[in-house]
T-cell receptor
Framework: ETGVTQSPTHLIKTRGQQVTLRCSSQ?????VSWYQQALGQGPQFIFQ???????GRGNFPPRFSGLQFPNYSSELNVNALELDDSALYLC??????????????FGQGTRLTVV | AQSVTQLGSHVSVSEGALVLLRCNYS??????LFWYVQYPNQGLQLLLK??????LVKGINGFEAEFKKSETSFHLTKPSAHMSDAAEYFC???????????FGGGTRLMVKP
């Protein structure tokens, strides 16, 4: 059973650029959630994808967007990067099934620095 | 709407002493409650969770937490701290068993020799 893997581990971008972060779900999981963790804070929920459809979103602007692919891997895209987007971005996968969902497993995260 | 408050951003204990990390929540629906641990430059690892049933929940590494609905609390305890327990701890609430988590601000646990 493979865990949740994220790439890249670290990334430096310039303000105004666009970035794509990637996440491979744990084997058998069909749901992916993304979180932003600013330095010294708790993670904040960005959005969740279930079977390629967004089915929940936190308080983030539209320039944060995502995709989920048929193999349930996922991308987080951020356009027009701002300095405040500098954070650790965490991906979590879980199995959403009839009767409820299972616990979420987190990846190691991608550290994004915007300069 | 859901929210989580963790009292004390930093907690320091001596090795072998009791660990108590506080968490209070608000939720408009019956909550699912979690404690996660984060070591430096790593992701989150689930310590324990409360979904339904027994209100005293035992987790990994000797940690446990008690769900108290009347106090809207889910405090984390460990009878005897170990140096390896030094990390950041996050309490979280969700409407489902593991999705759309709302986290508290975290508590950094320091363990003194």
């Amino acid at each position: 059973e493979t865990g949740v893997t994220q790439s890249p581990t670290h990334l430096i971008k310039t303000r105004g650029q666009q970035v794509t972060l990637r996440c491979s779900s744990q084997s058998g999981h069909n749901t992916v959630s993304w979180y932003q963790q600013a330095l010294g804070q708790g993670p904040q929920f960005i959005f969740q994808y279930y079977r390629e459809e967004e089915n929940g979103r936190g308080n983030f602007p539209p320039r944060f967007s995502g995709l989920q692919f048929p193999n349930y891997s996922s991308e987080l895209n951020v356009n027009a990067l701002e300095l405040d987007d500098s954070a650790l971005y965490l991906c979590a996968s879980s199995l959403e099934a009839w009767g409820g969902s299972t616990e979420a497993f987190f990846g190691q995260g991608t550290r994004l620095t915007v300069v | 709407a859901q929210s989580v408050t963790q009292l004390g951003s930093h907690v320091s204990v001596s090795e072998g002493a009791l660990v108590l990390l506080r968490c209070n929540y608000s939720s408009s629906v019956p909550p699912y409650l979690f404690w996660y641990v984060q070591y430096p430059n790593q992701g989150l690892q689930l310590l324990l969770k409360y979904t339904t049933g027994a209100t005293l929940v035992k987790g990994i590494n000797g940690f446990e937490a008690e769900f108290k609905k009347s106090e809207t609390s889910f405090h984390l305890t460990k009878p005897s701290a170990h140096m390896s327990d030094a990390a950041e701890y996050f309490c979280a609430v969700s409407p489902g068993a593991g999705n759309m988590l709302t986290f508290g601000g975290g508590t950094r646990l320091m363990v003194k020799p």
